[in-house]
């Protein structure tokens, strides 16, 4: 295999010997463009956004339970401020709904609403966030 061949997306073909290496050009920073502090914040808000797994949209789904921004808001809010307390899994209870998160991944395992929780017992879980 010969190394001088590789090339990697956006990296400019080599020079023959004895020629200065071609440079690919610099993308300025104009209208279309976007700046590495919006994409850093924008990276930054997908990763602290929580997801829910396959199961709590199931459950969701079945309950017929829909949650708004507004919701999906304060129950962020509640993983992240369980998070700073160094919780790993957290039951959060807000209103009649009860959700089951994995804190560390920032995933609702599980979601209990209604009458559903009232009958149940929440296990393996080392802390409860109350949301208002």
């Keep these: 295999m010969n190394s001088g061949n590789i090339r990697f997306p956006g990296q400019a073909a080599p020079s023959a010997p004895g020629q200065a290496p071609a440079k690919a050009p610099l993308k300025q920073n104009g209208a279309g463009a976007t700046s590495f502090g919006q994409l850093w914040q924008e990276t930054l808000q997908k990763q602290e ?3 829910f797994s396959a199961h709590a949209l199931q459950r969701l789904q079945e309950r017929q339970i829909t ?4 919701e999906l808001a304060k129950i962020n809010q509640a993983v992240s401020a369980a998070e700073k307390k160094g919780a790993r899994s957290s039951l959060l209870l807000y209103d009649d709904l009860a959700l089951v998160a994995s804190v560390k991944n920032k995933t609702i395992i599980t979601a209990l609403g209604g009458e559903d ?8 879980i080392d802390s409860a966030v109350i949301i208002k």
């Excluded at 949650?67 to 507004?70: A, D, F, H, P, Q």
């Excluded at 929780?117 to 393996?124: D, G, I, L, S």
Aim: hydrophobic fraction near 45%.
């Design 49 to 51: 956004a929580v997801k």
């Design 67 to 70: 949650l708004g921004e507004n």
């Design 117 to 124: 929780m009232r009958a149940h017992v929440f296990t393996n």
